[in-house]
């Protein structure tokens, strides 16, 4: 069969509440999220043996602990072919960024599949299994720019204006268990009203990671310097938001060397989606 490549995007929280801590440690959030133009690389080829093949970038995690091959075993027992799967994966978001790289992989990788093995689950079939490895997962599966309550997988559609981004990486990464295990992690955000703005929202978790590094504390004082600028989940990427891609590009242009980053626009449904029905077309 031909390979066909889906793109894994990048999603920002464009802010994130914590409203309280469940028995099993979880908490109850209020998060906006929206997907951005831009994300990882998985290609994916059918091959005539059963197994499950990674390749490309994927040296950094052991096969068994990577989301793209947690994703495809999670599937497997709904598939009605004998085929295996070759995936080709091109890391392009920093691993631990707060912008649900692995999340996104294992959301590109069970929609895809999802058609190549036959599987034919529904969209809240796949969500379902993709709530099992990580609690950003069905959004991705979604694919819609959404509100998000309880761990995540409550979504409200939402339709946001246009707008770019320039998403800055302060090459720390952040571990998402040590921020939401942290005592002093505010918990008691109160719920959003019915007349909720974006200006009165906030990333609960953006004080405490500040604290602990001052590296993301340089990078929002340097964003603030050209627009509106917050982390998105549990960091360690910062973005700033703007009206067009000259001006966020312009942002970009002029970033300090010892920081990556890249501009995008966000899109009101998921790339993924989009490049997957193309391609079913
Ligand atoms: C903070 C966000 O990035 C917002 O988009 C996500 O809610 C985190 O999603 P994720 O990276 O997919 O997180 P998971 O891999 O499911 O969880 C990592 C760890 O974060 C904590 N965790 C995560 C989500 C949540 N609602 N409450 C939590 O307390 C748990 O300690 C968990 O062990
Ligand atoms: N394919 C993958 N890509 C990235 N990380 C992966 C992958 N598979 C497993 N992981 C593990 O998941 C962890 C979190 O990765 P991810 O890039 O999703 O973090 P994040 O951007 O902070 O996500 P979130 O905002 O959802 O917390 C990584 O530190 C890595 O150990």
């Not at 969500?127 to 997962?137: E, M, Q, R, S, T």
């Not at 339709?159 to 800055?168: D, E």
């Not at 200006?199 to 590296?215: G, I, P």
């Amino acid at each position: 069969m031909t390979p066909v490549s889906i793109i894994a995007p990048a999603k920002l929280n464009l802010f994130l509440h914590i409203n309280h801590q469940r028995a099993d440690g979880y908490h109850e959030l209020e998060t906006l999220f929206t997907f951005l133009d831009f994300g990882d690389e998985l290609t994916f080829t059918l091959i005539n043996e059963k197994e499950i093949i990674l390749c490309g970038d994927i040296s950094d995690i052991p096969q068994q602990d990577n989301l793209i091959y947690k994703a495809a075993l999670a599937l497997q027992p709904y598939k009605n072919t004998p085929l295996g799967i070759n995936i080709k994966l091109i890391k392009k978001l920093p691993m631990g960024g707060g912008v649900g790289g692995g999340s996104s992989d294992a959301a590109t990788t069970l929609l895809t599949l999802n058609y190549l093995w036959q599987c034919d689950l529904s969209i809240a079939e796949l969500a379902k299994i993709g709530l099992n490895l990580g609690a950003d997962v069905p959004v991705f599966i979604h694919g819609k720019t959404a509100i998000a309550q309880g761990v995540g997988e409550e979504l409200t559609s939402i339709n946001l204006p246009k707008k770019w981004y320039c998403v800055v990486f302060p090459n720390v990464h952040i571990s998402t268990a040590e921020i939401f295990t942290h005592p002093e992690l505010p918990r008691n955000t109160p719920k959003l009203s019915e007349d909720w703005k974006l200006a009165d929202t906030s990333n609960d978790c953006e004080a405490l990671v500040k604290k602990l590094n001052c590296e993301v504390e340089k990078t929002l004082l340097w964003l603030l310097k050209y627009g509106p600028s917050r982390m998105t989940g549990t960091g360690a990427c910062c973005f700033v938001e703007l009206d067009s891609q000259i001006a966020a590009q312009r942002v970009l242009n002029s970033l300090p060397s010892c920081w990556h980053g890249f501009v995008a626009p966000n899109t009101t449904i998921s790339p993924a989606h989009t490049q997957l029905e193309n391609w079913l077309k």
